[in-house]
């Protein structure tokens, strides 16, 4: 496949822009290095790049564009925004609308706050909870993301519950030293963080499923542990839902059906992004009404945005919302992604490639491991490599995936029997290639 274009935009883009891309996930670093493709179209289920080659998408732009790229009923709204002015300043009826759906599809917020992006609505929920209740530190799991916010932008070290070490230059030590790190699926290992430093915890933060070191479920009864350690130690639960909200049913981790008693896996913030936005830059927090009166101008929080709940992100937010609430819509994305992973178990086995696939609904993780990926150690344990050479094999054959061993491939309402046939197809060749049996 021919992509000189791309290579020379690549060439241009690193004169102008660091490192040539506008978000380090977009860069092939993690899977060989080389020219990213420079995509110039995209509809439904299909990217066309600027060589003219045509992929069948499982990026989703990371998620958010779960009803295909340029969904008629979306851009439809998003022109109709634009037409009557993108940005006011001012409040307006559409921003209460669509809380309004969000607070239906998701019990535990009563009150909601419309921001930017994952990032600022994770870093608000966290101000929130230090605000409620005056304390400091906050506990994650280890692999999980929340954004680049300094305090979450915090790995484990070594051992099963540690104090934080930076991951990233430019956040202080002292910083770092509030986020206590524990590893997903391991209830003991947070009761013993707890044990420790409960006094000062303000809250867990949690994605209470995992989309970010692979899509990795919750072992059964390890959210029912989470919230009841979490507030015997009186710390707030935060759920970042950014992005399984809306992901898996109409609704949150709280009221998945695959989950068992939704009144025990309740938090007390939620932090949402990408796909209420419906594929404009989008962000929200929400919780009960006493702990969402902390924030400004109620209480003492302060969180603020020029940009926050513009007529556009809310317009294409509520369109998206209403596609997704249409009859069958997640059965269909889980039927044709059981259809894929299927085939592509049944391709890996056949060339003697070992995979493990993890699948909920329309999403999926593909491990290049012979062992379950239940938390990061496992995801990391993989073979990078394995994985680096398939996501070229594959986008050699007209696949797109995100390029790193730890993003999940998203399925849109927009993919077709057609196009799961083509990437097994895809994929059928891509194993035998990347083979070494
Ligand atoms: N939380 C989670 C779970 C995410 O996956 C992401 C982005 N991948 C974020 C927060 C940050 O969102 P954004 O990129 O919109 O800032």
Redesign the pocket.
């Known amino acids: 496949m021919n992509r000189k274009q791309s290579e020379h935009l690549y060439e241009e883009a690193l004169k102008h822009i660091v490192g040539g891309v506008n978000s380090p996930s977009r860069s092939f670093k993690a899977v060989g290095g080389g020219a990213p493709v420079f995509m110039k179209r995209a509809q439904g289920a299909h990217f066309w790049d600027v060589d003219g080659n045509r992929y069948v998408d499982y990026l989703a732009a990371?998620g958010p564009i779960i009803t295909g790229h340029a969904h008629p009923h979306v851009t439809k709204a998003i022109q109709e925004a634009a037409a009557n002015g993108t940005l006011y300043g001012t409040p307006t009826e559409l921003e209460i609308q669509l809380a309004a759906m969000l607070k239906d599809a998701i019990p535990s917020m009563d009150k909601v706050r419309f921001v930017n992006?994952?990032?600022e609505a994770?870093m608000t929920t966290i101000r929130v909870a230090r605000a409620y209740t005056k304390r400091n530190k906050i506990i994650k799991f280890a692999g999980c993301?929340?954004?680049h916010s300094d305090l979450v932008l915090v790995a484990a070290g070594s051992g099963p519950s540690t104090l934080g070490i930076p991951d990233s230059a430019g956040i202080p030590a002292s910083i770092a030293q509030e986020v206590i790190t524990v590893p997903f699926n391991n209830a003991e290992a947070l009761h013993e963080a707890l044990k420790k430093w409960g006094d000062d915890v303000a809250a867990v933060m949690i994605?209470p499923i995992v989309?970010?070191f692979g899509m990795v479920m919750p072992k059964a009864g390890f959210l029912e542990d989470v919230c009841r350690l979490t507030r015997q130690y009186g710390a707030l639960v935060i759920y970042?839902e950014?992005?399984t909200a809306f992901r898996f049913h109409y609704g949150s981790t709280q009221t998945y059906a695959g989950l068992a008693n939704h009144d025990l896996i309740k938090p007390d913030l939620t932090a949402l992004?990408?796909i209420i936005g419906g594929g404009l830059p989008i962000?929200a927090y929400g919780g009960s009404k006493e702990i969402m009166e902390q924030v400004a101008p109620l209480g003492p929080a302060y969180q603020a945005g020029t940009m926050a709940g513009n007529p556009a992100s809310i317009s294409a937010g509520i369109a998206c919302l209403e596609v997704l609430q249409g009859k069958g819509i997640y059965e269909e994305m889980e039927r044709l992604t059981l259809k894929l992973t299927k085939g592509l178990a049944e391709s890996a086995s056949r060339y003697e490639v070992q995979l493990t696939i993890n699948q909920i609904r329309g999403s999926f993780s593909t491990h290049f491991c012979d062992h379950p990926v239940t938390n990061y150690d496992e995801s990391q344990d993989t073979d990078g490599e394995a994985f680096g050479a398939f996501f070229r094999a594959m986008l050699n054959r007209g696949v797109n995936l995100a390029p790193s061993k730890y993003e999940a491939w998203f399925l849109t309402t927009a993919h077709t029997e057609e196009d799961i046939d083509f990437t097994l197809e895809a994929a059928d060749a891509s194993f035998k290639e990347i083979s070494t049996k």
């Open positions: 990371y992006s994952g990032t994770v993301y929340h954004g994605e989309g970010n970042d950014v992005i992004g990408k962000g």
